[in-house]
């Protein structure tokens, strides 16, 4: 991998991670939101637990992809071409 392969990678995994950070602040904010006007409004059935649990799965997604996912290599390109040919 060139220097300019590299580095194109390690600008899309710094990308990736701001829009990360961005998700998870817009998750925080809507869902204190919804938290809000649920209390002004009485309470009674806790209805933002379908934002949090559903919108928290996305982000859990998200978080995966960003953090625990492997990047893809030459090496990888390769087995998978090999495969390929067969």
């Known amino acids: 991998m060139g220097e300019e392969e590299r580095r194109a990678a390690a600008v899309k995994r710094l990308k990736d991670k701001r829009d990360f950070r961005n998700h998870v602040a ?3 904010l809507v869902n204190t939101l919804l ?3 649920w209390a002004l409004s009485s309470g009674g059935y806790f209805w933002p ?3 949090i649990v559903g919108w ?3 982000l859990a997604f998200n978080a995966w992809a960003v953090y ?3 990047p893809i290599t030459e ?3 390769r087995k998978e ?3 390929d040919r067969t």
């Open 35 to 37: 938290v809000v006007i």
């Open 56 to 58: 928290g799965i996305g």
């Open 49 to 51: 637990i379908w934002s």
């Open 75 to 77: 090496d990888d390109i």
């Open 68 to 70: 625990f996912q492997k």
């Open 26 to 28: 817009a998750y925080v």
């Open 81 to 83: 071409m090999e495969r």
